[in-house]
């Protein structure tokens, strides 16, 4: 047989290329994964997902994770188009659960600082005893 990276003739029972280092088609060899599968793995955003259900929103959070959690099922089954729909749609989510959560939490701050500032003006120090003017 021939080594597939550089050519050279090699026993049919050499475990790799003695030219090369390249391993050979040997059942001990470490294989290399499929060509079939897809070049590139989808994200699936299940961490977003979930780290938003928590903070942020829940019912948009958990349309986030349904979709999360089909990106990996889609991949598995090869359905590659399908999987990057199910990721982006869990992106989507996941940023609207964001937002759900961010503006309460922004609007929350303002009025902590409208309280504070209020609470700092009412709350003057009372003026000191007038010291010995009644004489
Ligand atoms: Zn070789």
């Known amino acids: 047989m021939f080594c ?3 050519g050279q003739e090699v026993s049919g029972d050499a475990d790799k290329c003695y030219s ?3 391993p050979l088609n040997n059942p001990q060899a470490p294989r290399q ?3 079939g599968a897809p070049a ?3 994200q699936n955003n299940l961490v977003w997902a979930i780290l938003t259900t928590i903070f942020c929103c829940l019912p948009f959070g958990i349309v986030a994770i ?3 959690a089909q990106v990996d099922g889609k991949t598995a089954s090869g359905d590659h188009a399908g999987a990057l729909e199910a990721s982006k749609k869990a992106k989507t989510w996941s940023f609207v659960a ?3 959560g961010l503006i ?3 609007l929350y701050a303002i009025l902590m ?3 504070l500032v209020a609470g700092a003006i009412a709350e003057q120090p009372p003026a000191p005893p007038a010291p010995f003017n009644n004489f």
């Open 98 to 100: 964001f937002l759900c």
């Open 4 to 6: 597939p990276k550089c």
């Open 104 to 106: 309460p939490m922004v």
């Open 20 to 22: 090369c280092g390249e």
């Open 40 to 42: 590139e793995p989808v």
């Open 113 to 115: 600082i409208i309280g």
């Open 33 to 35: 994964p499929d060509a």
């Open 66 to 68: 349904v979709y999360a």
